[in-house]
């Protein structure tokens, strides 16, 4: 990569001090793009233990609660 300053008449300079601008290889494009693909879906489909966990446990007591709820519906309906 060499970073790269704009001139006022369009034409590009390497510069060492700014890099607003930066021009690779076409074989850097191509892997920074696959790694920037890849990248994006690791933080979008990453597994997050703590959410999982928060819904395990919500779905869980749902599921005590409602059976709670109908043993106790059930019990009534006998008597």
Known sequence: MQCVTVLQD????ASNTACDFVIVTQEEYLNLGMQGLADLLT???AF?????SM???SCFVAFI???????V???MGKS
């Open 55 to 57: 819904i395990n446990a």
């Open 48 to 52: 997050d233990l703590a959410t999982f």
């Open 65 to 71: 609660v409602g059976h709670s709820i109908g043993r």
């Open 73 to 75: 519906v059930r019990a």
């Open 43 to 45: 933080e979008l489909f």
């Open 10 to 13: 369009g034409t590009l300079q």
